[in-house]
């Protein structure tokens, strides 16, 4: 029998996530994939069944936070001014999201040796800003993650729903959201708005034996952590004083 709980269902919702994620990416840019180019609004509506999908699988094996994200989880945190779980989940969803970049590798394995572009396999893996300056990179961001969080709060709050969600709609309503950001906010920097989905997957791609890889670009790779994590705690703060 399986001993569901909390790092467990943060570790499973998180490996969820990368796979389906990474996969539509995968199938996008790689060569001979049956999605090749079907373009971004293909990526932006998989991303939203793929948080969607590991909500409910983190629920499935114990996580009824089911953050999947350590942006949400420090945001919740600051919110209610319990930080025990956060280097935790941080810890379990960076390995769910490396061993869902991992996975997907495998499942396109015939793929990686028949596309040229090293950029466009780095790209299944880590974000990539479309005009790299670190400055501008960093605010969206930043900004992005402000917005996820912002609004993910209100969805949640008393203050909005005196009652709450109904029972099983906040996943529905959170992967709408991500859908969303990903649409409005997501074209400059690739949307990361999570430091897990970026970062364990760029190790992924750093350690595997890839056919033709380049670099992880680990020069870029600090900007999808600190700018989610500084919007996530900004919006954190403000439920917190909002008490919402």
Not at 9 to 17: A, C, D, K, P, R
Not at 73 to 92: D, H, M, N, S, Y
Not at 116 to 128: E, H, N, R, S
Not at 181 to 203: E, M, W
Request: with cysteine; net charge positive.
């Amino acid at each position: 029998m399986i001993a569901r709980g909390p790092l467990l269902g943060e570790f499973m919702g998180t490996f969820v996530l990368m796979l389906l994620g990474n996969g539509i990416v995968a199938g996008v840019l790689l060569k001979k994939s049956k999605a090749e180019n079907a373009g971004w609004m293909a990526l932006t509506t998989a991303w939203a069944f793929a948080v969607l999908s590991g909500i409910f699988v983190a629920q499935l094996f114990g996580s009824n936070d089911a953050h999947l994200n350590p942006a949400f989880t420090l945001a919740f945190a600051i919110k209610g001014q319990e930080f025990g779980k956060l280097l935790p989940f941080i810890a379990v969803q960076v390995a769910g999201a490396f061993c869902g970049a991992v996975t997907t590798w495998l499942f396109f394995y015939p793929h990686w040796k028949v596309t040229d572009d090293p950029a466009a396999k780095l790209g299944v893996f880590a974000t990539i800003p479309a005009i790299r300056n670190y400055g501008w990179n960093l605010f969206c961001e930043a900004m992005a993650t402000f917005v996820l969080v912002l609004v993910a709060g209100g969805m949640s709050s008393k203050l909005v729903l005196t009652t709450g969600a109904a029972a099983g709609l906040s996943p529905l309503l959170v992967s709408c959201l991500i859908w969303g950001v990903g649409l409005s906010l997501g074209g400059t920097t690739g949307y990361a708005i999570n430091p897990a989905r970026d970062l364990g997957p760029r190790l992924a791609h750093a350690v595997l034996p890839i056919a033709g890889k380049g670099g992880s670009d680990w020069a870029y790779a600090w900007v999808p952590i600190v700018g989610p994590m500084t919007g996530a705690g900004l919006a954190g703060w403000v439920l917190y004083l909002l008490h919402a």
